[in-house]
């Protein structure tokens, strides 16, 4: 199984990125996909889950209102997409995949979004 980010970049405050999480290597089944971030010099966070079939949601309180996340089975892809960045989302963006709750799972390499101020 591989999962590849895509979508990182530099912008400024207020502005909106897309991060793209591409799986293959197997079937598209994970029951649970998400996006966590990692800042320099801080733990790992979760920023937002998402089940196989997209009924159930789930966000950081941080970036409620700002950030969505889906997934296209078809495409084996999960996106999130980030509204009004703000320089505290400054991190790198990890995409997991699960087969089953509680476990570490499968991640991606990691893509770099830094918002400035």
């Known amino acids: 199984v591989q999962l590849v980010e895509s979508g990182g970049g530099l912008v400024q405050a207020g502005d909106s990125l897309r991060l793209s999480c591409a799986a293959s290597?197997?079937?598209?089944?994970?029951?649970?996909m998400g996006w966590y971030r990692q800042a320099p010099g801080k733990q790992r966070e979760l920023v937002a889950t998402?089940?196989?079939?997209?009924?159930?949601?789930t966000y950081a309180d941080s970036v409620k209102g700002r950030f969505a996340i889906s997934r296209d089975n078809a495409k084996n892809t999960i996106y999130l997409q980030m509204n009004s960045l703000k320089p505290e989302d400054t991190a790198v963006y990890y995409c997991?995949?699960?087969?089953?709750?509680?476990?570490?799972?499968?991640w991606g390499q990691g893509t770099q979004v830094t918002v400035s101020s």
């Open positions: 997991n995949g699960k087969y089953i709750l509680g476990t570490n799972g499968y």
């Open positions: 290597g197997s079937t598209f089944d994970f029951y649970v």
């Open positions: 998402i089940t196989h079939g997209g009924e159930i949601t």
